[in-house]
């Protein structure tokens, strides 16, 4: 499980998220935007995400056990993994999709 | 804002002693926090004030889990003998709010997504009590003060929207002076501030809890023990505002002809008579004798011995002419014999509570009162020695509660309990030593109210029942055993020859 591995197992399949926003609340923007960019920037051609606004949709949100907003699931690859809040911290990000980090820190 | 509202409205928390140190229960529409150590209750506490509120004044209430499992924590209730399950359907909602394990935090985020489910929630069944259960989780999650008091003003300014009535639990560790650095602001957020707290007093664990402030409202200081029984919290509050009792006229025996004739009658009816004396001095054949005229009264009575089984107990009452069984058997009576070491001396004073409310006796024998100052700290098992005496003299029940006396200071034991200034009757049975002989002797240190006799009197107990002797003195002593026995047959053959 070292990162050179990982590099060479190139995501086949999309990379699809689940993204739980507070309308337009300031960190649910950004979380959104972030989101966009490192998917655009790590796998441009695969991936796929999902909004769904807690405001509008307030069960789903309990049903699917989202307690914080904003909160983004990565539901493919598995496993399923859980990020919460704007995404601003894209190391931790990186970390927690399994992806190669910046060689400069 | 509101005219009417100028004092505060409170909300039953449906625990009695609760209540009580809150002079109400909890502020409607308000934010109460209850704080303290892992295990000192604060789940089970908000669970009986939830279901309670739901049973009995037909609030619906959401319970938002953040540590426990939320099916645990209703399961819970289950076994405090809480229909959990219909509840659920309508009256009752668990929300796990646990966070995962595993989730990666990346930047700051608030509780939007779950205020807004418990919005439509809340709306939905018309919940009024929302209970937050370990706050403290999520708040460390947040991870940064600034952060934490956010959310919990986002929470706090919620429920007042709402109008709900909030319940906060937080674990804060080694008691108050923690929080004051970590969560600080907490205590000002809420309107009424409760800290639990549990310790160990000689081996045995005993609960406690304190409302720290309480806006707006009268409340109790005192710390005052609770215990988690059978049937949920309950709360020893000792100075509960009860009515005077009616005081009774009547007198009533204690079962023994010739002691209700030192007392002049015997002893008034809703009073206690405390009878101290070393170990087989007797005291429990006089609980017994006590007990058993209750019962031939046709009146309902209880009898609480303290390590010795109530088997043994009217076996050897059986003895001497003191028949418990057929009470026993006619449901008259009802003997509970409780283990010293089992419980602290709270957990015993909530048990006799219930038994008194189940079996409603009119008398009440307890033997030995002493051992509860075995367990749980002197001054924890005086204060309920003390509730019970005042317990029972509320309920208008005669009580008679006997005490171990070791050595040979015969106010020793009264003064660990220190029930004999609170005793309205004093008996004390003492051996008297006397020309190779050891004999029983009874006396009457104090009975209010009521002339008794100064004697010391011979203490006998035979197949035929308990007596006491007829006093004769010689040289300034009473004479016992042989000694009087021989005076005895010495008069009885002078009144014959006087005849």
């Given at each position: 499980m070292n990162d050179a591995n990982h590099e060479g197992d190139h995501p086949k399949g999309a990379y699809v998220f689940r993204l739980y926003l507070a309308g337009g609340a300031p960190n649910s923007v950004r979380a959104s935007a972030n989101l966009y960019a490192i998917c655009r920037k790590h796998f441009p051609e695969s991936h796929r995400i999902e909004v769904i606004d807690v405001l509008k949709d307030p069960m789903r949100a309990l049903a699917e056990a989202i307690?914080?907003?904003p909160t983004v699931v990565k539901?493919?690859?598995?496993?399923e993994q859980q990020i919460i809040g704007d995404l601003s911290e894209e190391e931790e990000v990186l970390r927690a999709l399994g992806l190669p980090q910046k060689e400069t820190a | 804002m509101n005219d009417k509202k100028h004092f505060i409205e409170k909300i039953s928390s449906g625990i009695e002693g609760f209540d009580d140190i809150t002079c109400g229960g909890l502020p409607l529409g308000r934010t109460t926090l209850l704080m303290g150590g892992p295990g000192s209750g604060k789940t089970v506490l908000v669970l009986h004030v939830l279901v309670s509120a739901s049973t009995h004044h037909g609030t619906p209430g959401i319970f938002v889990a953040f540590e426990e499992n939320a099916r645990r924590v209703s399961a819970n209730g289950e076994a405090f003998g809480w229909n959990m399950r219909e509840l659920e359907k309508k009256q009752l909602f668990f929300i796990d709010a646990r966070v995962r394990s595993d989730v990666v935090k990346s930047g700051g985020f608030d509780l939007t997504g779950l205020l807004s489910a418990l919005e439509i929630k809340a709306g939905e069944m018309g919940a009024k009590l929302i209970v937050f259960d370990a706050i403290d989780v999520l708040l460390s999650l947040l991870g940064d003060p600034a952060a934490e008091c956010r959310e919990l003003y986002r929470i706090h300014e919620w429920l007042m929207l709402h109008d709900l009535t909030g319940v906060f639990t937080m674990k804060v560790e080694e008691g108050y002076p923690a929080i004051g650095q970590r969560y600080g602001f907490m205590p000002f957020m809420a309107d009424c501030t409760v800290l639990l707290s549990e310790r160990v007093a000689d081996r045995v664990a005993v609960r406690a809890m304190r409302v720290l402030k309480y806006r707006g409202s009268a409340q109790m200081l005192n710390e005052v023990p609770f215990v988690i029984g059978p049937a949920g919290v309950e709360v020893g509050s000792s100075n509960g505002v009860h009515p005077e009792p009616q005081p009774f006229e009547e007198k009533i025996s204690t079962g023994v002809e010739r002691l209700d004739a030192m007392l002049c009658g015997g002893i008034y009816r809703g009073t206690n008579v405390l009878i101290t004396g070393s170990s087989g001095g007797g005291k429990s054949t006089l609980a017994g004798a006590f007990i058993e005229a209750a019962c031939r009264r046709n009146e309902r009575a209880l009898f609480i011995s303290f390590d010795e089984n109530s088997r043994d107990i009217v076996r050897d009452l059986a003895t001497i002419s003191i028949h418990l069984a057929p009470h026993l058997a006619g449901g008259l009576l009802r003997m509970e014999a409780l283990r010293?070491?089992?419980?602290?001396s709270e957990e015993h004073f909530m048990r006799i509570k219930r038994l008194l409310a189940e079996h409603k006796p009119r008398c009440v024998a307890i033997?030995?009162?002493?051992?509860?100052?075995?367990?749980?700290?002197g001054l924890a098992a005086r204060a309920v020695a003390e509730r019970l005496i005042y317990l029972c003299r509320n309920a208008g029940i005669t009580v008679l509660f006997t005490s171990l006396t070791e050595g040979?200071?015969?106010?020793l034991e009264t003064t660990t309990l220190h029930v004999s200034t609170i005793s309205d009757s004093w008996i004390q049975i003492s051996y008297a030593l006397l020309n190779g002989e050891r004999n029983r002797a009874l006396s009457i240190i104090k009975s209010r109210g009521s002339q008794h006799s100064n004697q010391l009197r011979e203490l006998i107990f035979s197949k035929s029942g308990i007596t006491l002797a007829d006093p004769y003195t010689a040289g300034g002593e009473v004479l016992m055993g042989t000694l009087r026995q021989e005076k005895e047959n010495a008069w009885n053959i002078r009144k014959v020859d006087g005849q």
């Amino acid at each position: 499980m070292n990162d050179a591995n990982h590099e060479g197992d190139h995501p086949k399949g999309a990379y699809v998220f689940r993204l739980y926003l507070a309308g337009g609340a300031p960190n649910s923007v950004r979380a959104s935007a972030n989101l966009y960019a490192i998917c655009r920037k790590h796998f441009p051609e695969s991936h796929r995400i999902e909004v769904i606004d807690v405001l509008k949709d307030p069960m789903r949100a309990l049903a699917e056990a989202i307690l914080v907003t904003p909160t983004v699931v990565k539901l493919s690859p598995l496993p399923e993994q859980q990020i919460i809040g704007d995404l601003s911290e894209e190391e931790e990000v990186l970390r927690a999709l399994g992806l190669p980090q910046k060689e400069t820190a | 804002m509101n005219d009417k509202k100028h004092f505060i409205e409170k909300i039953s928390s449906g625990i009695e002693g609760f209540d009580d140190i809150t002079c109400g229960g909890l502020p409607l529409g308000r934010t109460t926090l209850l704080m303290g150590g892992p295990g000192s209750g604060k789940t089970v506490l908000v669970l009986h004030v939830l279901v309670s509120a739901s049973t009995h004044h037909g609030t619906p209430g959401i319970f938002v889990a953040f540590e426990e499992n939320a099916r645990r924590v209703s399961a819970n209730g289950e076994a405090f003998g809480w229909n959990m399950r219909e509840l659920e359907k309508k009256q009752l909602f668990f929300i796990d709010a646990r966070v995962r394990s595993d989730v990666v935090k990346s930047g700051g985020f608030d509780l939007t997504g779950l205020l807004s489910a418990l919005e439509i929630k809340a709306g939905e069944m018309g919940a009024k009590l929302i209970v937050f259960d370990a706050i403290d989780v999520l708040l460390s999650l947040l991870g940064d003060p600034a952060a934490e008091c956010r959310e919990l003003y986002r929470i706090h300014e919620w429920l007042m929207l709402h109008d709900l009535t909030g319940v906060f639990t937080m674990k804060v560790e080694e008691g108050y002076p923690a929080i004051g650095q970590r969560y600080g602001f907490m205590p000002f957020m809420a309107d009424c501030t409760v800290l639990l707290s549990e310790r160990v007093a000689d081996r045995v664990a005993v609960r406690a809890m304190r409302v720290l402030k309480y806006r707006g409202s009268a409340q109790m200081l005192n710390e005052v023990p609770f215990v988690i029984g059978p049937a949920g919290v309950e709360v020893g509050s000792s100075n509960g505002v009860h009515p005077e009792p009616q005081p009774f006229e009547e007198k009533i025996s204690t079962g023994v002809e010739r002691l209700d004739a030192m007392l002049c009658g015997g002893i008034y009816r809703g009073t206690n008579v405390l009878i101290t004396g070393s170990s087989g001095g007797g005291k429990s054949t006089l609980a017994g004798a006590f007990i058993e005229a209750a019962c031939r009264r046709n009146e309902r009575a209880l009898f609480i011995s303290f390590d010795e089984n109530s088997r043994d107990i009217v076996r050897d009452l059986a003895t001497i002419s003191i028949h418990l069984a057929p009470h026993l058997a006619g449901g008259l009576l009802r003997m509970e014999a409780l283990r010293t070491e089992a419980a602290s001396s709270e957990e015993h004073f909530m048990r006799i509570k219930r038994l008194l409310a189940e079996h409603k006796p009119r008398c009440v024998a307890i033997d030995p009162l002493s051992a509860l100052a075995r367990v749980g700290g002197g001054l924890a098992a005086r204060a309920v020695a003390e509730r019970l005496i005042y317990l029972c003299r509320n309920a208008g029940i005669t009580v008679l509660f006997t005490s171990l006396t070791e050595g040979s200071d015969p106010h020793l034991e009264t003064t660990t309990l220190h029930v004999s200034t609170i005793s309205d009757s004093w008996i004390q049975i003492s051996y008297a030593l006397l020309n190779g002989e050891r004999n029983r002797a009874l006396s009457i240190i104090k009975s209010r109210g009521s002339q008794h006799s100064n004697q010391l009197r011979e203490l006998i107990f035979s197949k035929s029942g308990i007596t006491l002797a007829d006093p004769y003195t010689a040289g300034g002593e009473v004479l016992m055993g042989t000694l009087r026995q021989e005076k005895e047959n010495a008069w009885n053959i002078r009144k014959v020859d006087g005849q």
